[in-house]
């Protein structure tokens, strides 16, 4: 559900999250259904969220944590009204200094322990041994062109790539250069200058909205396209066949298919989806 699903999506020229694909499939998946198999009446994890129920329209909502430095809804877009109410966040309303004091205070080893932010299944962090090891297909490599189609030099294998990428690429240029696109039809990767990596929107699919309705209407929102990335002032389009369009304000650089859209309206969390592509700067 999350190995097989991250080697796949980097030989097909995206660029995964499988923390997202762990959180939908394993911890909120799998582990929930063996809480509720055993009675248990809530499973409390320690994401930096908030949970919270709203009488006046019997639903649950979700809002980003006080501490916004730890915040991690972007993680957690794909929660639904089922799951929600057996659900519990408690770290959401304190700040992760605030956490390691009462820790510290009951003598729990881990008050010190650092922040993991690796891929937990490559203990090594060796992200193209890993790949090499382990795609489902052969890694081969292929051209690199310019946007206009120039060929300029040869990758060692797409799955090593990822939108915006400066370094690494093994070109001579007076001009820096940057992935602006990967082709896997063609086995190409495609190249261009700091102002090619621009998007003026995307499109997301494998949409969920945390509310459990889709959105019917043109509407100002809040966007992230990356967990570490601010958001940013877009404005979300009612989906179509399950894909919506995401128009940014201001351009944004390096939108990653692969990569989530996750929506907010100020502190709420109101869902989101699986980039698919971009869209040029109109």
């Known amino acids: 559900q999350v190995v097989s699903h991250f080697l796949l999506e980097y030989q097909g020229g995206r660029t995964p999250n499988p923390c997202l694909f762990c959180n939908r499939y394993l911890k909120f998946g799998l582990l929930l259904e063996k809480v509720r198999a055993l009675g248990i009446d809530y499973l409390a994890t320690g994401h930096y969220l908030r949970n919270t129920y709203n009488p006046d329209t ?60 690796e891929i937990c299944f490559i203990p090594d962090h060796d992200l193209r041994g890993f790949l090499k090891r382990y795609c489902p297909q052969p890694i081969t490599p292929g051209g690199i062109f310019s946007t206009k189609g120039e060929k300029l030099g040869e990758h060692s294998g797409l799955s090593f790539y990822t939108i915006g990428q400066r370094s690494g690429l093994g070109l001579t240029s007076p001009h820096p250069l940057y992935v602006v696109g990967i082709d896997p039809g063609r086995n190409a990767l495609i190249v261009g200058g700091k102002e090619d990596v621009f998007s003026g929107g995307l499109l997301a699919g494998n949409l969920n909205f945390i509310s459990g309705k889709i959105p019917g209407k043109v509407q100002p929102i809040e966007v992230k396209i990356r967990y570490r990335a601010p958001s940013v ?30 929506f907010y309206r100020g502190e709420e969390l109101l869902g989101g989806g699986t980039i698919l592509q971009s869209y040029p700067v109109s």
């Open 58 to 117: 019997g639903r649950f909502q979700l809002f980003r944590a006080r501490d916004r430095s730890k915040d991690q809804s972007y993680m957690l877009y794909m929660l639904t009204q089922e799951q929600l109410p057996d659900l519990l966040f408690p770290l959401g309303d304190f700040t992760k200094g605030e956490m390691r004091s009462k820790v510290r205070e009951a003598g729990l080893s881990v008050a010190d322990k650092k922040d993991s932010q």
């Open 233 to 262: 002032s877009a404005t979300l389009y009612p989906p179509q066949n399950g894909k919506a369009r995401v128009i940014f304000a201001e351009r944004q650089k390096a939108v990653t298919p692969g990569q989530a859209a996750v």
